[in-house]
Nanobody, 114 residues
Framework: QVQLVESGGGLVQAGGSLRLSCAAS????????MGWHRQAPGKQRELVAR???????YYADSVKGRFTISRDNAKNKVYLQMNSLKPDDTAVYYC????????WGQGTQVTVSS
């Protein structure tokens, strides 16, 4: 079992920045990949970014050049630095970990005002 707890969401004006954090606990040695997904009202959950154990990264086209995913293995944390935020980035952001199963955090709200 892996437990994930997100933090760092909030309200920000367009063009601003936020940094999301996700703390992992439990069977973290089984984790092979971590990532961030988001779900806006009325839309399906979508992958935003992910990072593997060898630090390979992937970004959705909509966030490339604006968001950066990183890991701190010593702290068992993954981060999402979000810059140049747009109103379209408004969503609940979920941390995800792939281990023996697919694990999700409870989500953190990000609201970008125009």
């Amino acid at each position: 079992q892996v437990q994930l707890v997100e933090s760092g969401g909030g309200l920000v004006q367009a063009g601003g920045s936020l940094r999301l954090s996700c703390a992992a606990s439990g069977s973290i040695f089984r984790i092979t990949r971590m990532g961030w997904h988001r779900q806006a009202p009325g839309k399906q959950r979508e992958l935003v970014a992910r990072i593997t154990n060898d630090l390979s990264t992937y970004y959705a086209d909509s966030v490339k050049g604006r968001f950066t995913i990183s890991r701190d293995n010593a702290k068992n944390k993954v981060y999402l630095q979000m810059n140049s935020l747009k109103p379209d980035d408004t969503a609940v952001y979920y941390c995800n970990a792939l281990a023996t199963d697919n694990y999700w955090g409870q989500g953190t709200q990000v609201t970008v005002s125009s």
